[in-house]
């Protein structure tokens, strides 16, 4: 059974940094793809981060260049670095194995395919 178990999140003031980790047990990191997501007040859950078992990492592009994906196999653990925040970063943040294989989908596609998701961390950015 796969649980997912997010840590990290808190209040920042914008243009400040904070590291989501997402520890995993039931998951063989080097044989799935695993994601990052959140949803904000009244919006729809979106596909921020992906990272698939060899380690390739695809981002959107509202966080490019300011978020990476990482992770640690020997851990289990899934990692999100976040820099220079804005508030419109300001959401609940999810962890998710994505569907059934190292491969990721398109993070725009995410629904495709089966996700396991974790309960969330609160990321809160203030101006």
């Known amino acids: 059974q796969v649980q997912l178990v997010e840590s990290g999140g808190g209040s920042v003031q914008a243009g400040g940094s904070l590291r989501l980790s997402c520890a995993a047990s039931g998951v063989t990191f080097s044989s799935s793809c695993m994601g990052w997501f959140r949803q904000g007040p009244g919006k729809e859950r979106e596909g921020i981060a992906s990272?698939?078992?060899?380690?390739?990492?695809t981002y959107a592009d509202s966080v490019k260049g300011r978020f990476t994906i990482s992770k640690d196999n020997a851990k289990n653990t899934l990692y999100l670095q976040m820099n220079s925040l804005k508030p419109e970063d300001t959401a609940m943040y999810y962890c998710?194995?994505?569907?059934?294989?190292?491969?990721?989908?398109?993070?725009?596609?995410?629904?495709?395919?089966?996700?396991?998701w974790g309960q969330g961390t609160q990321v809160t950015v203030s101006s």
């Open positions: 990272i698939e078992g060899d380690g390739t990492t």
């Open positions: 998710a194995k994505m569907g059934g294989g190292w491969w990721c989908p398109l993070l725009s596609q995410f629904r495709s395919v089966r996700n396991i």
